[in-house]
């Protein structure tokens, strides 16, 4: 056996393995991972090797996700599941996902240099893909493993035209096998997430670590504004039908009505004019509406007020709107009685000034716990970002103090933790 990490250098490696994960991007001079990509595939090699170094055992699955089991004391124990995704966002941050695999395999690494078992068994999945950026897929993999995989998706292409079967069977993976990818979810006796919070609360609180109550669900809207083209210096401005202006006002709306307050948030992320020229009225623009809250009711009474604005702003400015939801998932409420040890670990590991309870706080992201709650209890484990709390950034960051702070409160949870 080798002697157990410092705190200080068990901190460092997290950070040094999140920046050697950094370096299998999609494109150079920034941070960007997209299902099934070369650097996708690199990087799931790269976690299975750490996988297997911790004494895991490691399969790869129908999707390409990477899961290490590290078995439990006696034969036929139920599992705990943790983990997260390695696909990231466009242009992102290096932790986003990544640190929730990296933290439980420095854990099970400890309990296999100690020879300790547990009285269950540890699973650690790295999805391969949560955020969906490439075939806009939100949730692809960890809806395969609880059997929700909609095989419609197989048909859906990237910006290359490229089918995500085609990816599939170009990575060695066999669309005619995605069911097999779903596991015994009677075997699973919860499911936890380590994650950076991707927010200021715990920074700007002086808090390394907390414990998420609720995560707000959230849909997804494909939109597109037909109007008219034509010259821009012969049509006269009353008489116009702009395809951009009325998708302007729109975006607008979704602004408005999203700011009433709580946790209900709106963002228009993406606008394209389609052939658009600087001396023509824009004749079709598309855009994006994501429309997030912590309460079902509350997002739906926001998502019905939108869009029958939107549809009065088309009639008013003589354009047409279609519509298409692409992603949805309901909120969700992580298990009272996980929330509990989650938060004695925290003030068992001392990342919080002494005599302090641990901060209990919602998640506005969505993250893979929302599917496992379907089928299971979940809880999650939230760390301190910098650089003022943002994340989907290349300004991303966590200090190794912290990264120290969360596998001391996971090894914590892991030893207090009793499945039946």
């Known amino acids: 056996m080798h002697a157990a990490l410092s705190p200080a250098a068990t901190g460092a490696r997290l950070i040094e393995r999140a920046a050697e994960l950094a370096r299998h991007s999609d494109a150079a001079g920034h941070y960007t991972r997209t299902y099934l990509t070369p650097a996708h595939r690199a990087a799931a090699r790269q976690i299975e090797q750490w996988m297997r170094e911790a004494g895991m055992a490691t399969r790869v699955d129908a999707l390409g996700s990477v899961i290490g089991r590290y078995e439990a004391s006696a034969a036929g124990a139920k ?234 702003i088309a009639r008013r400015r003589g354009v047409t709107l279609e519509r298409t939801r692409t992603h949805q998932v309901h909120a969700v409420a992580c298990a009272p009685w996980l929330q509990d040890l989650l938060a004695r670990a925290i003030e068992k590991s001392g990342a919080d000034p002494a005599g302090k309870p641990a901060r209990r706080l919602p998640s506005g992201a969505g993250h893979d716990a929302m599917i496992f709650a379907e089928v299971t209890d979940v809880g999650m484990l939230f760390v301190r970002c910098g650089a003022g709390g943002v994340s989907h950034n290349p300004a991303e960051t966590i200090t190794a103090e912290d990264g120290a702070a969360a596998q001391e409160a996971l090894l914590q949870l892991l030893r207090a933790l009793r499945l039946p």
């Open 79 to 312: 599992t705990l599941l943790m983990g997260s995704h390695y696909d990231s966002v466009r242009n992102g941050g290096r932790y986003d996902g990544v640190l929730g695999i990296l933290v439980p395999i420095a854990c099970a690494a400890e309990l296999h240099e100690r020879g300790e078992r547990l009285q269950y068994a540890i699973e650690v999945a790295a999805f391969a893909d949560e955020e969906g950026a490439r075939f806009q897929t939100s949730f692809l993999a960890s809806r395969a493993m609880i059997g929700r995989f909609d095989p419609a998706l197989l048909e859906r292409r990237d910006a290359d035209g490229v089918t995500l079967a085609e990816a599939m069977r170009g990575a060695g993976l066999d669309p005619a096998k995605v069911p097999e990818a779903r596991i015994d979810t009677s075997r699973l006796g919860a499911y936890v997430e380590v994650h950076i919070e991707q927010g200021p609360v715990l920074l700007d609180e002086g808090r390394a670590l907390g414990v998420v109550t609720t995560i707000a669900g959230g849909t997804r809207h494909a939109l597109r504004v037909r109007g008219t083209a034509g010259h821009a210096g012969t049509v006269p401005m009353a008489m116009r039908h702009d395809a951009l202006a009325a998708a302007a006002e729109m975006v607008l709306a979704i602004e408005r009505r999203c700011g009433a307050g709580g946790s209900l948030v709106g963002t228009v992320g993406i606008l394209e004019v389609r052939d658009g020229s600087g001396n023509v009225i824009p004749g079709e623009v598309e855009f994006s509406a994501d429309i997030r809250a912590g309460e079902d009711a509350t997002r739906e009474a926001a998502e019905r007020d939108v869009f029958v604005e939107c549809e009065g």
